[in-house]
């Protein structure tokens, strides 16, 4: 029995692993961790079969001339990589080198990407967070002066927690990721209430006191309404005195949310949203939880604020009850000044330079036009699949074929590897050594794991290949300018948490254990805002606002002038088996669901359609074919397709050149009109 950590989403999990013969036969949760206490959900025990799928690349892949992917030794694969890489950096400058990072969690591997574009002076970094989450970062980063904020909730004293757009039960937590959901929900549920704002009754809603199906993208209507009301009657005003900027200005940007104005923006009952603005004021502190729902949406920043605003208001923030900051010792600084941080924010992508620079990458939507203006012309892909994660796939895919390389990281075949001029076999999850410091319920720790099982095939660490592509570019990443053929695991590990609180000798001792690290109480409040206190009315989500209202009135209109059945709209959809489109490659093997289209019963009698009926889902960007599969938990007007797959792929329904966020380059892939018709057999 080997104990580690599960890699397969960011909740990491402990897990035990039971190994005979070399093979993982069994992966259970680990009771004895202090956080998940023997929780695995079915991604992770899935790491058992994971090192040993048939379907695993094992040798590098170069594309020759013929057009195919053939193996080849790893050196040849490097130097052709790195002469074309040199090729580009001194025709076009460093610029045209980029990195995409996907969800696949390797910490050495992702950072000795990350230190590979530094080297190389490049600014074109993207990761999936500007497909699905960047409004948290930008919120985030314009209320408090500094990005990286991530707040967990406070599971052990919390009495109201709202959940919206987000399904915990699958997703674990949405950023602030958490190990078992179920049990946290219902110690909630037990002493106090859970509000759910989704239009699908999802496994999280079923365990919640309370579930409401407002209108998609109209959350903010919900939550701008609550913060309305309490600035007249229930906010903390001493808390607002002490720790707040532009108040009024805030009052003046949700005056328009009365009762009536917001039941009608959000379809709701106005006596449910009277019941709800109860349960706050009865409460006093709350934590509220947001998810790809609402971050998907055109009107994520606002929703986002709203939330941030409401938690401020209350007192919620870094208070009993409400939610904390991880001040994550080994990972960011805790000990800096006050004021604002703009390491992460500078110019915008040279196709787009209307669209800032955040978080310290270039977003997603603009990698296609990046790449056909010439801008871009070398891509390494670091544990991702853009072209099931990106809308527009096709278009993307045409870029592709455009770059000078293609070069791919990953574990298994995917629609991106298949698109490639290099691939590179990578170690799963139990194959390869992990050290990380993440953000959990209530406790900051660190752990570390060497690797379970050993390496197959010619499958190389990532921070190997990595260093050895920098030294034939003339750089050094490894650590003290080592070799890379001279590095271990540990050395790797060493580099990563050093100059942090966590000492490398204890996390290694530990024997794969988590080793707690104390709590910096207030941490935010004391030491990143400007005086102590937040902004609650920035400019940039200000003059958003209306620009909110404006397509919540729209959806409005839209309805009321449509006779029969509701119009369509695109939600979104995670599945407890896939993160993302990690394991997506084997849909529908082992019993596993879908990918299908869902429908309301309701829809589903309106289009005279039934499960396994054949369908065409269809948006004014494109169309994708599916199996129907009636879906009682969802709300009329809503059809949800999970995202990550290659077939049918969601992408080909939205868009990165119609309705991208000004201020942050993400596309909007939830609310999308949609029309839907039945196919013959």
Known sequence: MVRTFCRMCPALCGALVTVEGGEAVKVSGDRDHLLSRGYLCPKGRRMATLAGDPERLDEPLLRDRRGELVPVPWDTALDDLAERLARVRDDAGPYAIGTYAGTMLDSAGRAYADRLLRALGSPSRYTSSTVDSVAKVLVGKLMSGREGLVPAVDWERTTLLV??????VVSHGGFSYFPDPVRALRGVASRGEVWVLDPRR???ARLATRHLRPRSGADFAVLGHLVRELLRDGADRAHLAAHA???DELRRAVEPLDRATAARLTGLDPADLGELLAAVRS???????TGTGVTMAATANVTEWMAYALQVVTGSFERPGGRWFNHSAAVLPSRRG?????????????????IPRMANQFPCAVMPGEIEQGHLRALLVIGGNPLVAFPQPAQLARAFDRLDALAVWD??????VRRATHVFPCPAPLERADVVTPVHLSAVYAQHTPPVLPLRGQRRPMWWSL???ARRLGLSIMPAGADPDACTDDDVAASLVAGTAVAWDELRAAGGAPVPHPYEDRWVERTVLPDGRWDLAPPLLVARMDHALDRARAAVAAAAGVAGPSPLVLGNRREVHHTN???????GAGGRPGPYVYLSPADAAAHGVGDGDTVEVASPQGAVTGEVRVDATLGPGVVTIPHGYAEPNVGHLTAIDVDVDPLTGMPTLVGVPLTLRRLDP
């Open 163 to 168: 959940v919206v757009g987000e399904n915990m």
């Open 202 to 204: 999802t496994e999280t």
């Open 245 to 247: 900027r532009h108040v």
């Open 283 to 289: 409460h006093g502190r709350l934590a509220v939880v």
């Open 338 to 354: 006050p004021g604002p941080d703009t390491s992460g924010f500078g110019p915008g992508p040279r196709s787009r330079p209307d």
């Open 411 to 416: 574990i298994v075949p995917s629609a991106t």
């Open 467 to 469: 260093g050895q592509l």
């Open 581 to 587: 489109s990690t394991l997506a490659w084997d849909a």
